[in-house]
């Protein structure tokens, strides 16, 4: 499952992510259930049947679903963790903010926030306490 803004509106819709076009490559994401005639879907009798449930929208803010928690690629999301001093033992609730992504195979979370390094796996994260804060793809509020 994916997710983009549409053009037409700016609004989100999610559903298959289908890419067409040699040249000039326009993104589509198409509803699950195109045969459900459904004006809630956003279904519009003026347009052809066979491109009902159809939207086009802008490339690069096209994520995948990951299955974790209502969280999308391209999601910013804030978590806390307990960080250890190396000379003590001494430690402290700690809150980072990162950016989910997908590498080799997994999802992510790249972050560059002071004293936390490397590139944790989303399901690590995500057993910590936290929110999601926005995505790449909108001002974050």
Known sequence: MYRGKRIDNG????????QTGLLSKTSWIIKPNLYEHDIRLGINPERPKHLQGCYKVHPDTVGQATGLKDIWQGDEIRW?????????????????????????????VESD??????KPCLNY?????FEIIGTIHEETE
């Open 125 to 129: 994260i995500t057993a910590m306490p």
């Open 11 to 18: 609004e989100w819709v999610e559903g298959y992510w289908l």
């Open 80 to 108: 806390k963790y307990i960080a250890v001093e190396d000379d003590t033992g001494a430690t402290e609730e700690v809150e980072a903010e990162g950016v989910v992504v997908f590498e080799r195979g997994c999802f992510v």
């Open 113 to 118: 926030c002071d004293g936390f390094t490397g």
